[in-house]
């Protein structure tokens, strides 16, 4: 099964990157036809945006190609159904048979159409005649007519409206109307008080449900097929810029605005159906404020809680059984256990914390054991078994990829989302030793030779005792897979046994 995500904006990249943090730690949606994890899921995202030089669109791409690598390592010829990076990440154009498509193998969207443009000239303004130059100067202000695209649509939806009307007629559009399939499903993230994600999202939207017109192989599917989409209300600050376009001022009137667009249109019950499902979340507690750049560099926002929460929305929808889907559009909203200004895995409802606490606390302790542990383990006990570990394994690209790109950058989302005003503490971040105290509000239980304790030396332990089931049923070149699946395995057990409350 595939699910189909189209990011658009600022706001869409940064939810993205949460996704694949889930992704990584293991986190998967349950399939409502089993009720178990989906065995085989696949995610093609796609990240919507003009801006592509942006700070924020290039972190997540970056992150999404090292995910990208490790999972490409890890299910080479075998695919782990579950553990960590077990779900599948891909591009449009890898799904591509050999030799179709003219795409770039790229997570992002080509937006050449728009490139060091001003809107005026990607309308053709100096062509058209004296009564439709009135009426652009009508619709747009002198300022939107001269603004450079390839920043993005800074908070102008009207500009975007225009210009993301064009997603018809690309080559991913194509592509993705030839992939999709009966199963699949499509999801949309996007913010609704800007400009990218608030013009893009209902364009887009009416562009895929209307391509049953076309000629492409799945036009039906697009029609029909199960489509949800998270809005994201205001939930961060910037700082004001009197040479920048966008104001925090404007955020609440855009919002009603857009929504009040939305209920006429995309979710209008008296409508054909556009949006089987629409999730709705935002925050009054705003973030730190953030530098107000919408120049060449662009935004780089702190990750916050809205993106980890908003990550959860399409594996919300792909749990969803299709006979709930397909007539009124269902919408959801979120909301912690208790406001706080502090978020750790306590103050999250149960079915959240029974989701993502422990996949976390996993991802977490495999980040520690390789930057601690794992080179003095060589030469002894589970690095010993077949496959054999050895000092050269340190300098191969998937653990370079592994510990060095991919696992920094969770430490910095990690930092990130503690360091705004709406606190994300679900680690003490300073702890790197004593791991019996590295949840900040679920004490560890006692172990029964151990005491309250946990250290480093224990997971070495449950390594070696998992790892000899498996010795020798792995060939050399799987190594990787070995080592992940037999620690995913250990600290599972620990996590029983030592943090038994973590899913209560």
Not at 469 to 497: C, D, M, R, W
Request: hydrophobic share 40%; charged share 20%; aromatic share 10%.
């Amino acid at each position: 099964m595939r699910l189909f995500i189209f990011a658009i904006g600022g706001s869409g990249s940064r939810v993205l990157k949460s996704l694949a943090m889930l992704c990584a730690a293991g986190v998967k949606p349950v399939d409502p036809a089993t009720g178990k994890p989906y065995a085989e899921l696949e995610i093609v995202p796609l990240i919507v945006d003009p801006h592509q030089a942006g700070r924020d669109v290039k972190r997540t791409v970056e992150l999404l190609e090292a995910y990208r690598k490790i999972y490409d390592t890890l299910h080479a010829g075998v695919r782990e159904p579950s553990g960590f990076f077990s779900t599948k990440i891909s591009t449009l154009a890898s799904l591509m048979p050999a030799g179709q498509g003219g795409m770039r193998d790229s997570f992002l969207y080509n937006m050449t159409a728009v490139e060091r443009l001003r809107f005026r000239e990607f309308i053709e303004y100096n062509d058209l005649d004296e009564s439709n130059q009135a009426l652009m100067q009508m619709l747009f202000s002198d300022a939107q007519l001269h603004t450079s695209m390839h920043i993005g649509f800074v908070g102008s939806p009207n500009i975007g409206a225009v210009a993301l009307n064009r997603f018809k007629d690309s080559e991913e559009f194509r592509a993705f109307g030839n992939l999709l399939g009966a199963d699949d499903r499509i999801f949309f993230i996007s913010s609704i008080f800007g400009g990218t994600g608030a013009a893009g999202f209902p364009i887009m939207v009416k562009n895929i449900r209307a391509a049953a017109d076309s000629t492409l192989a799945s036009r039906g599917y697009m029609r029909t097929a199960p489509l949800g989409a998270l809005t994201l209300l205001p939930y961060f600050n910037i700082e004001h810029s009197k040479s920048s376009p966008i104001n925090k001022a404007d955020f609440l009137l855009k919002t009603r605005s857009a929504l009040h667009y939305y209920s006429k249109s995309i979710t209008a019950h008296d409508a054909p159906r556009q949006v089987d499902a629409i999730y709705y979340l935002g925050d009054r507690v705003t973030s730190s404020p953030y530098v107000n750049d919408p120049g060449e560099g662009g935004q780089q926002n702190a990750a916050h809680l809205v993106e980890l929460i908003g990550a959860l929305s399409p594996l919300h929808f792909l749990s969803t059984p299709a006979r709930d889907l397909g007539r009124e559009t269902l919408a959801f909203e979120f909301g912690l256990e208790k406001d706080s200004s502090t978020v750790d895995f306590m103050t999250l409802d149960p079915r959240t914390r029974a989701a993502i606490a422990a996949p976390l606390l996993k991802l977490h302790l495999l980040s520690l054991f390789l930057d601690h542990k794992l080179k003095d383990c060589i030469g002894r006990g589970f690095t010993k078994d077949s496959p054999t570990l050895g000092t050269e394994f340190l300098s191969t690209d998937f653990y370079l990829t592994l510990s060095h790109n991919f696992l920094p950058k969770y430490w910095d989302w990690l930092e990130e989302m503690d360091g705004n005003h709406r606190h994300v503490s679900f680690f003490d971040l300073e702890n790197t030793g004593h791991l019996e105290n590295i949840l900040t509000s679920i004490p560890a239980k006692k172990g029964f030779l151990s005491g309250s304790r946990l250290s480093y030396d224990d997971i070495f332990s449950r390594l070696n005792a998992v790892s000899k089931k498996f010795n020798g049923k792995y060939p050399q070149s799987k190594l990787p897979a070995k080592l992940l699946h037999t620690f995913n395995l250990a600290v599972t057990q620990i996590i029983e046994e030592r943090f038994p409350g973590i899913n209560d």
